[in-house]
């Protein structure tokens, strides 16, 4: 977001005002960009995060390409890029909107509302793919199914059979065949009574809580559809039931209205024994109701199955384990940065770039265990270079080193530097600080110690 002058004034501004909160804050989880409407998957391990992407300086949902993340420690976030964007439906005019990945033999499927070219209404779409992170191509060259209404979810239940839930204002659900891509009998409306999805005042044509963004999944034998309630500013709110597709209890609220963004959507898993909880708020710098952010939280039920009050915060879930620094960490594995944005690299990924004097990646719990006495990173830069200092515990840290990163001709032409390490031991939080001239300094697309 660099190449936004709003967001560098506002960089400055929090540099000025608020720097050690900035520093410490690991919600929300991504600060290269704007990203919105969360939908996690673990799958093989990892939790893999769709989301969508709000552009810089939005005053609408403007929004034209969707991304994914991944994690295997929930404060350590990868960016994998934009495997699916509008350009990926020949049909699609606008809006990529909320969507949601699911896995089924071995191949995974994204879907995601849209607007129909050609009729100018939402529609759902599903793109397929090999790996979590794409690419993913349209699966059908059209619409999987049209009536203008938005926020897919699906969900596969033990017997096999998937149903893909949608909708604002009713609440639509299909079945799908096992092919993903295809449905057996018309799309049918769940009730939306009132002891199902609340009670809402004040709005005659819409008496629930009903709003959008549906999340059905199901737990412990009980089916739940967790949904962004009320409008606006929205919260988050949940049913039960007995089965997929009802009769649903309202069970109340999960997520209060908080956090700058007048709308919010869920998305909840299981991931290593812990239960967490996805959503999104306006808490970047120039954030707000079109320019959202993905945040996550670390939940427990209560008994029956029960979801607590959950508060939005900047300190996000805890770390699961540690990250080894002694394999090959993509550059764009990060906790928190100031000032760095991303791109694909030519060797494969992404690579972090616009790197200028004083920005750094915060990398969380890196176990260096014993010690580590060797840096090595893959760098390229089109200017002079500059420097990687290692910082331990905050950007002002101790040095544990510092490597030159020297010009190479071209942004993506790539070499790799060394660099002794003194004093990283224990598990420490890691800043890659760095250091040059002015202008843009060098690129970075991964980095290892020994
Ligand atoms: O992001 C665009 C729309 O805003 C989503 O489809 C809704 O769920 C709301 O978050």
């Keep these: 977001m660099k190449r936004a002058c709003a967001w560098v004034l506002a960089l400055l501004t929090m540099a000025a005002l608020w720097p050690a909160s900035a520093a410490r804050a690991d919600n929300p989880i991504v600060q290269t960009i704007y990203t919105a409407d969360p939908a996690p998957l673990v799958h093989d391990g990892r939790v893999y995060l769709y989301t969508g992407r709000d552009e810089d300086g939005s005053t609408w949902f403007t929004m034209k390409e969707w991304r994914v993340w991944s994690s295997t420690d929930m404060v350590n976030w990868t960016d994998h890029g934009s495997p699916l964007s509008l350009s990926t439906f020949s049909w699609a005019k606008s809006d990529a909107w909320a969507g949601q990945a699911v896995?089924?033999?071995?191949?995974?499927?994204w879907y995601v509302p849209t607007t129909n070219r050609a009729t100018g209404r939402m529609a759902i779409g599903v793109a397929v793919a090999d790996s979590p992170t794409g690419p993913f191509r349209d699966a059908l060259g059209r619409p999987l199914v049209e009536n203008g209404e938005i926020d897919p979810t699906v969900f596969i239940d033990d017997d096999g059979q998937a149903y893909l839930y949608w909708g604002n204002p009713h609440l639509w659900y299909v079945k799908l065949n096992a092919d993903?891509?295809?449905y057996s009998g018309s799309p049918a409306q769940i009730p939306l009574t009132t002891a199902g999805f609340g009670t809402r005042t004040g709005d005659a044509a819409r008496p629930t809580l009903f709003e959008e963004g549906p999340w059905v999944y199901k737990r412990n034998g009980l089916y739940y559809l967790v949904f962004a309630a009320k409008c606006c500013s929205e919260f988050i709110a949940?049913?039960?039931?007995?089965?997929?597709t009802g009769p649903w209890t309202y069970r109340g609220t999960i997520m209060p209205t908080q956090g700058s963004s007048f709308t919010n959507h869920p998305g909840i898993i299981d991931y290593q024994g812990?239960?967490?909880f996805f959503y999104h708020n306006g808490a970047l710098p120039g954030g707000g109701g079109f320019t959202r952010s993905v945040a996550v939280e670390k939940f427990t039920y209560g008994s029956g199955g029960t979801i607590p009050t959950i508060n939005m915060t900047t300190s996000g879930a805890p770390q699961v384990g540690t990250l080894n620094p002694y394999v090959r960490q993509e550059a764009e594995t990060i906790a928190w940065e100031s000032g760095v944005e991303t791109e694909p690299a030519s060797e494969g990924g992404?690579?972090?770039g616009w790197i200028e004097n004083g920005d750094y990646i915060k990398v969380k719990g890196v176990g260096f265990g014993a010690g580590a006495r060797?840096?090595?990173a893959r760098v390229a830069s089109a200017a002079a270079g500059g420097r990687i200092e290692l910082r331990l515990d905050s950007v002002n840290g101790t040095l544990a080193g510092t490597c030159t990163a020297p010009g190479t001709g071209g942004w993506q032409t790539w070499t790799t530097v060394s660099c002794a390490v003194t004093g990283a031991t224990g598990t420490r939080d890691l800043y890659l600080r760095?250091?040059?001239?002015s202008g843009y300094l060098f690129n970075v697309n991964?980095?290892?110690f020994s």
């Design 103 to 109: 896995q089924r033999n071995g191949k995974f499927y």
């Design 446 to 448: 991964w980095w290892q």
């Design 238 to 244: 949940y049913s039960t039931a007995p089965g997929p």
């Design 374 to 376: 060797t840096f090595t």
């Design 180 to 182: 993903m891509t295809s």
């Design 274 to 276: 812990g239960s967490y």
């Design 350 to 352: 992404m690579n972090v």
């Design 434 to 437: 760095f250091t040059g001239g």
